[in-house]
């Protein structure tokens, strides 16, 4: 399906990914009769709708999966799944365009923000309650590798390490994953089709593929609609227009603000304080003495369908103040690899160590968009100015030294030093549409992820979290919409 069945709904949300989902799911649980339309501009890849791709066993479904959710050719492709917009500042700025958006492809890590990432002027209890409920919607667990023979030992040592002075809920942990293990041990990925839940088969619910949102229509500062246009294969482009009383746009960090800009809602602060998180990578080989001790009593290392068997699980070093980063430590291969000639490594005995900066958050770090020119999409073209300050370089290289100290406390250094992957990498982008406790030019939406001057608008996604974060986004921006979901209830029932 390419355009909406129906002319006439209550809620228009645009965007599929972790976000929109929960603004689906929240008003499909919490007003009985409300008729909404999900638009998505790329296309389906799993069924359910929304599946995780880690979840399609055949590798070569797998990788067509992930291909046509790179967007329109030519195509530039960056990691599996996500397409590169080709950008000099930020190099490796990427983005998924599928039914699920990257919660299609994501890494599933779900830690709770803590100390100066917390949003100060959302109430502790109700922040807390409404992460709560982000678990329940994506079936976070920090016990999903629990059986891994190894696990144990990596946070025993990383403990040993980074724990000294530390409150126990900054302490080294299991990483809380959105996974639920079957009974033989396996995982299945959340993506979005967990989200949707009941919602993405009941018939008030319309999920519309290769749908672009043009623009947002609004009247006197009321939204009354939105204009969008058939991408399918075929489909020649029609455009039409769906009225709502309410919309949601959730198109991620940098295609949010296109699309306010597009639609000629321009407050101050939109696309500014983009927050991409800088992300240095190493890799260990846990030491034989250890894997001799620990090793699983297996010798498998995949399911016949796919599943991957945790040997090492996934750690997590919680950001502080003091030390403003976020580290998650994890099994690295699936299967024996050689090493050093013929020798084979122990399945799991490879970790990879991936820390990520809180970014020194600027208004002049900000996605512009041309009025002239257009992207792959006809949309107007991006433009990212973005940069490292000076306490962004001290942050990085704080970071390279704690994650070669990792390494140490873990085993064998593989390669060389920690490495800084290019601007973007983390794929964790952030701000472009912050929220705020009051209009006054630095944010575009209030506390209720509700545009400021726009009725009946709000936006959703990693863009609406205003602080500095170094953690996985993704479980705080799907409490943020599951807050923002049940003001735009009361908008629907006033």
């Not at 530039?76 to 500042?89: A, D, I, Q, Y």
């Not at 609609?225 to 294969?233: F, I, K, N, T």
């Not at 699936?334 to 013929?342: F, Q, R, T, W």
């Not at 990693?462 to 943020?480: E, Y």
Request: glycine share 10%.
């Amino acid at each position: 399906m390419s355009l909406p069945p129906a002319s006439d709904y209550d809620v228009v949300v645009v965007g599929s990914g972790p976000t929109g989902c929960t603004y689906v799911r929240e008003v499909f649980e919490q007003h009985p009769t409300a008729r909404i339309l999900l638009v998505e501009a790329g296309p389906r890849i799993t069924d359910p709708p929304g599946g995780h791709v880690k979840n399609i066993a055949d590798d070569a479904l797998r990788a067509r999966a992930q291909r046509a959710s790179e967007g329109p050719s030519p195509a530039s492709p960056g990691r599996p799944g996500t397409r590169l917009l080709g950008t000099p500042e930020m190099p490796a700025a990427a983005v998924s365009t599928n039914v699920g958006g990257m919660g299609a492809h994501w890494t599933a890590a779900c830690p709770r923000p803590g100390d100066g990432e917390r949003i100060p002027f959302v109430p502790a209890d109700e922040m807390d309650r409404h992460l709560t409920r982000a678990e329940q919607l994506l079936r976070v667990s920090a016990h999903a590798f629990d059986t891994a023979p190894f696990a144990d030992e990596v946070r025993r040592r990383l403990a040993g390490h980074f724990d000294t002075g530390r409150p126990a809920s900054r302490r080294v942990a299991p990483m809380p994953l959105a996974v639920t293990i079957r009974p033989d041990g396996t995982g299945v990925w959340s993506g979005t089709d967990v989200v949707l839940g009941p919602a993405a088969h009941d018939p008030r619910v319309d999920i519309v593929d290769r749908c672009l949102c043009l623009r947002v229509l609004h009247d006197g500062g009321t939204v009354t609609g939105v204009a969008v246009r058939d991408l399918e294969e075929g489909g020649e482009g029609r455009e039409t227009t769906v009225t709502a009383r309410a919309v949601v746009v959730a198109a991620d960090a940098l295609r949010t603000p296109q699309v306010l800009h597009a639609s000629g809602i321009r407050p101050a602060a939109l696309g500014r304080h983009l927050n991409d998180q800088p992300q240095i990578v190493h890799a260990v080989r846990l030491p034989d003495d250890l894997v001799t001790a620990h090793r699983a009593v297996t010798d498998r290392t995949r399911q016949d369908d796919g599943g991957i068997i945790p040997q090492s699980g996934v750690s997590w070093v919680p950001f502080t103040d003091d030390r403003p980063f976020h580290g998650q430590v994890m099994q690295l291969d699936a299967s024996p690899v050689p090493l050093d000639g013929d020798a084979l490594v122990e399945p799991g005995s490879i970790v990879g160590l991936g820390w990520f900066c809180a970014k020194d958050v600027t208004a002049d770090d900000r996605v512009t968009f041309s009025d002239t020119e257009e992207d792959a999409f006809g949309m107007p073209a991006p433009v990212i100015h973005y940069r490292y300050t000076d306490r962004d370089l001290a942050t990085i290289e704080a970071a390279k030294k704690a994650v070669a100290e990792a390494g140490a406390t873990l085993g064998i250094p593989l390669g060389e030093a920690p490495i800084l992957l290019p601007a973007g990498s983390s794929l964790h982008y952030q701000g472009t549409t912050r929220m705020g406790p009051a209009d006054d030019g630095i944010s575009v939406c209030d506390t209720h992820s509700r545009v400021w001057d726009t009725v009946g608008l709000w936006v959703a996604g990693n863009n609406v979290i205003p602080t500095a974060t170094a953690c996985n986004p993704t479980l705080t921006s799907v409490a943020l919409a599951s807050r923002g979901a049940g003001a735009l209830v009361d908008h629907l029932t006033s």
